[in-house]
């Protein structure tokens, strides 16, 4: 999935980062981050993906304002190693009323943040899981999952200097059953690969096509690696 944060481009430059990752395989466009954005530039920029990239759309909201009825679908997402309760549950109790009416299809995630975290730890107040930490990890993907959360996010933070450790991957693999998505700091073919090969079965990435000038060149060997060390399992 290819990550397009509204802060980082205006709306014409996201609709063309996605144009270019449809074509080098992407498979959804999730549109959001950490950055407060308000509803209108969430139009905007979607309306600007839509114009040039047919691949789903699914909100990756940093706040209850970042909601858009352009979208396919919204992640209904708990950062659940919060300290604040407003990243667990209040934000989401503020935008329910809102989705109801709007009718976009929710999908219930547990996002958890793994060291170094960034600007989403930060922001997001919480208590990263170390690297070395196989167990937190794997206790509060559990935890997401006896909630009823439908996919697990491992989040190392946008533009991590290290990745979610592929050993953290696999222990948190072998414990869910629901779908693994990994993101944070994946730039190259080899660290999708490793993601992959230990058990994600969504790798994220946002920075690299945004960085890039040419997307297509840089993403397509990244998403090539993906599908060729995926483990397969179905989702
Ligand atoms: C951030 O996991 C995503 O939420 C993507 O991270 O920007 O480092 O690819 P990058």
New binding site residues.
């Given amino acids: 999935m290819t990550?397009i944060?509204p802060a980082s481009q205006d709306p014409a430059r996201a609709g063309e980062i996605s144009g270019e990752a449809e074509e080098a395989g992407t498979d959804f466009i999730?549109v959001?981050?950490?950055t407060n954005i308000d509803q209108g530039m969430m139009d905007r920029t979607i309306d600007q993906i839509k114009a040039s990239c047919s691949r789903r759309i699914i909100i990756?909201p940093g706040s209850s304002s970042m909601v858009s009825g352009k979208a396919d679908a919204i992640y209904f997402m708990s950062l659940l190693n919060s300290r604040n309760p407003d990243f667990i549950i209040r934000q989401q109790a503020r935008a329910s009323r809102y989705l109801l009416g709007m009718g976009l299809e929710t999908i219930p995630m547990g996002y958890i943040v793994v060291e170094p975290g960034?600007t989403?730890g930060r922001v997001g107040e919480a208590d990263l899981i170390r690297s070395e930490d196989l167990k937190s990890a794997q206790d509060y993907s559990l935890a997401g999952q006896f909630f009823g959360m439908r996919l697990i996010?491992l989040?190392?933070?946008?533009?991590?200097t290290s990745?979610v450790p592929p050993d953290m991957i696999s222990a948190v693999k072998a414990v869910l059953k629901v779908p693994l998505i990994?993101?944070?700091?994946?730039?190259d073919p080899c660290a999708a690969s490793r993601a992959a090969k230990a058990g994600a079965n969504i790798i994220?990435?946002?920075?690299?096509?945004?960085k890039s000038a040419e997307v297509r060149p840089v993403l397509e060997p990244i998403i090539q690696a993906v599908r060729h060390s995926s483990r397969d399992d179905k989702i």
């Fill in positions: 990550l944060d999730m959001g981050g950490s990756f960034m989403v996010y989040e190392a933070g946008s533009g991590a990745p990994v993101g944070g700091g994946i730039r994220v990435t946002g920075t690299i096509a945004e």
